[in-house]
């Protein structure tokens, strides 16, 4: 069984395709006759999304997050094949609900991370801080943001149905006065409207 995901890009605003298959073995990316398991691709991107790569530059795919954020918080580390025709996967609802109710069609069976939290420890990444904790699932989160349109507090509990409800639907946003900023560099020309939060009043 498969299931196609088709869409437009944020950043290219070209079309985008996906397509899913269940398979043997670790979750795999392929795109250009070229494939990686996901677990070996890294991180060469960060600027507004997340752009992943195999380690001598192929398989390169832009603004995956939502995507990987399904996989992980559906537990699905293997049996998974993901196809790309296209640089960058589509935007969708703007978060990880569309992705997690595609993923959740073809009944792949969860599993176990390959990580896990072995210590306690806690570091700080700019303005941000964070905490680890071994022997639980569970992700909380502070987002200080001044607006009181936006939640403060957000957490998981660890499982799929929870992730569904809860954290899936969580769409990414702009602020309004970040507006120029991303205009001038050209970044998101596709953004819709609904993606910003704009001034109160």
Request: net charge neutral; glycine share 12%.
């Amino acid at each position: 069984m498969t299931v196609v995901v088709e869409g437009t890009g944020l950043f290219s605003g070209r079309p985008s395709r996906v397509v899913l298959t269940r398979c043997e073995g670790d979750v795999i990316l392929r795109k250009d006759g070229e494939s990686a398991r996901v677990r070996e691709l890294v991180a060469v991107g960060t600027e507004r999304c997340t752009t992943v790569a195999r380690g001598d530059g192929a398989v390169r795919i832009a603004t995956v997050e939502h995507l990987f954020a399904a996989l992980a918080g559906l537990g699905v580390y293997a049996g998974l094949a993901i196809s790309v025709e296209g640089d960058e996967l589509p935007i969708l609802d703007g978060a990880a609900a569309e992705w997690t109710r595609a993923i959740g069609r073809l009944n792949v069976p969860p599993g176990a991370p390959a990580l896990l939290v072995g210590a306690a420890d806690e570091i700080s990444v700019g303005a941000s801080e964070y905490a680890f904790r071994p022997g639980s699932r569970r992700l909380s989160v502070r987002f200080e943001s001044g607006d009181p349109r936006l939640e403060e507090w957000a957490s998981w509990e660890g499982g799929a149905d929870h992730f569904a409800q809860r954290i899936a639907p969580a769409r990414t946003f702009a602020l309004a006065r970040d507006l120029a900023e991303i205009a001038a560099r050209g970044l998101a020309p596709h953004a819709p409207k609904e993606s910003v939060v704009g001034r109160r009043g």
